[in-house]
């Protein structure tokens, strides 16, 4: 079945960057767009960006331009976000996702991961 | 930019209906797909809706989806509440560069 297993919490200071890894299973890597989505504690789901595993193009949301970063290590079946200049207002649980598959056109998050929280912190 | 408004929350009696808005800043929802999620808490989001009333395998027909272009809008009914289906409902759609535009959000309560 199809998996996507998130790196564990991360504390970081402000200024700091920080790296979140989506593990996927179940799956071959490389044929589903992996998207990240976050939200802050209490608040609700905000996109930041989509990433091909086959050819390793990016998409980022405008807010995050120039502080995200995505790439993958399509040996391990692996994608990562990486976030810089880390302010207070980054806290916030980072999900990674896939679409539900191909027999649809929109449906773009059939599986998630079950997020990772990210704490920004003097 | 585009935006996705929800209600905040709403509340209703076990085993009544529920319809949760979702109108669009311009008139975008028609020319997108509006997918729904629904997010209990400390859980990551699952699908409810997709392709504005399509339904996952899975997924209670309870659930059903719609959209009304005269208003600009997209709908999230459930019928027959149950206690579980207390939960964030997010709807969810695309803007002019295809990247994901959220609502904010509706919190169900079940009475």
């Known amino acids: 079945q199809v998996q996507l297993v998130q790196s564990g919490a991360e504390v970081r200071k402000p200024g700091a960057s920080v790296r979140v890894s989506c593990k996927a299973s179940?799956?071959?890597?490389?044929?589903?767009?992996i998207y990240w989505v976050r939200q802050a504690t209490g608040q609700g789901l905000e996109y930041m960006g989509w990433m091909s595993p086959l050819t390793g193009h990016t998409a980022n949301a405008q807010k995050f331009q120039g502080r995200v970063t995505m790439t993958r290590d399509t040996s391990i079946s692996t994608a990562y976000l990486e976030l810089s200049s880390l302010n207070s207002d980054d806290t916030a649980v980072y999900y990674c996702?896939?679409?539900?598959?191909?027999?649809?056109?929109?449906?773009?998050?059939?599986?998630w991961g079950q997020g990772t929280l990210v704490t920004v912190s003097s | 930019n585009f935006m996705l408004t929800q209600p905040h929350s709403m509340s209703e009696s076990l085993g009544k209906t529920v319809t949760i808005s979702c109108t669009g800043s311009s008139g975008y929802i028609a020319t997108n797909y509006v997918q729904w999620y629904q997010q209990r808490p400390g859980i990551a989001p699952a699908t409810l809706i997709y392709?504005?009333?399509?339904?996952p395998s899975g997924v209670p027909d309870r659930f059903s989806g719609s959209i009304d272009t005269s208003s600009n809008s997209a709908s999230l009914t459930i019928s027959g509440l149950k206690p579980e289906d207390e939960a964030d409902y997010y709807c969810q759609s695309y803007d002019r560069s295809n990247s994901w535009v959220f609502g904010g959000g509706t919190k169900l309560t079940v009475l």
């Open positions: 996702a896939r679409r539900l598959g191909w027999a649809c056109i929109s449906c773009p998050g059939g599986y």
């Open positions: 179940g799956y071959v890597f490389t044929t589903y767009e």
């Open positions: 392709e504005n009333n399509q339904r």
